[in-house]
């Protein structure tokens, strides 16, 4: 199906590694991208294409792949990171674009 | 650097037409690499993409969205807006615009702030 499946909520300690996955049939063509959403702030762009970081986001941020479903991982988690992070992949079966559901994300 | 800016009226009545403008700075909407889009966000939920315009003016819709939705480019003006009609309520989103890549695997690299848009009687 033309979806994208993300866990709604994960939570990390600060300082530790957490995982965000992102799951859809898409994922085996295209590579995924990730955003990080903020209130008040546009979408930032986190990650896209085969885990490539834009200038300016930290190395602590990396990605893979694996068959159906996009990682996004965060090696060393900091309190700046908790907000809601979205995967996007273009369809497999049509030239339109689609969004996971969204992950929030807790530091403790 | 790119700049985007999402303008309209941010109160609409249901069943009216809900229209916005993206003004584009910092580079040009002619530029052959991208598409133009747009993507929605109700209060709590998740994010939709609505729709994607290239200079040239081919356009790709939503699906679920198709019959209402109507996208157009001003490359004099650096500009592209949106049009949906039949509005509900369930429509109060923050519509934003954005630009994305257009071969390969697609991403958005850079995006307005949103504009709140409320549909209420």
């Known amino acids: 199906s033309s979806e994208l499946t993300q866990d709604p909520a994960v939570s990390v300690a600060l300082g530790q590694t957490v995982n965000i996955t992102c799951q859809g049939d898409s994922l085996s063509y295209y590579h995924a991208s990730w955003y990080q959403l903020k209130p008040g702030q546009a979408p930032l762009l986190v990650l896209y294409a085969q885990g490539n970081r834009p200038s300016g986001i930290p190395d602590r941020f990396s990605g893979s792949t694996s068959g159906n479903t996009a990682s996004l991982t965060i090696t060393g988690a900091q309190a700046e990171d908790e907000t809601d992070y979205y995967c996007s992949c273009r369809d497999s079966r049509a030239n339109h674009l689609l969004f996971g559901g969204g992950t929030k994300l807790t530091v403790l | 650097q790119l700049q985007m800016q999402e303008s309209g009226p941010g109160l609409i009545k249901p069943a009216e037409t809900l229209s916005l403008t993206c003004s584009v700075s910092g580079g040009s909407i002619s530029d052959s690499r991208y598409y133009w889009a747009w993507i929605r966000q109700p209060p709590g939920k998740g994010l939709e993409w609505i729709g994607s315009?290239?200079?040239?003016?081919?356009?790709y819709y939503n699906p679920s969205l198709k019959s209402r939705v109507t996208m157009s480019v001003d490359t004099s003006k650096n500009q592209f807006s949106l049009t949906v009609t039949s509005v509900t309520a369930a429509e109060t989103s923050l519509y934003f615009c954005?630009?994305?890549?257009?071969?390969?695997?697609?991403?958005?690299?850079?995006w307005g702030q949103g504009a709140l848009v409320t549909v209420s009687s």
């Open positions: 315009i290239f200079y040239s003016g081919n356009t």
């Open positions: 954005a630009r994305h890549t257009g071969s390969g695997s697609y991403y958005f690299d850079s």
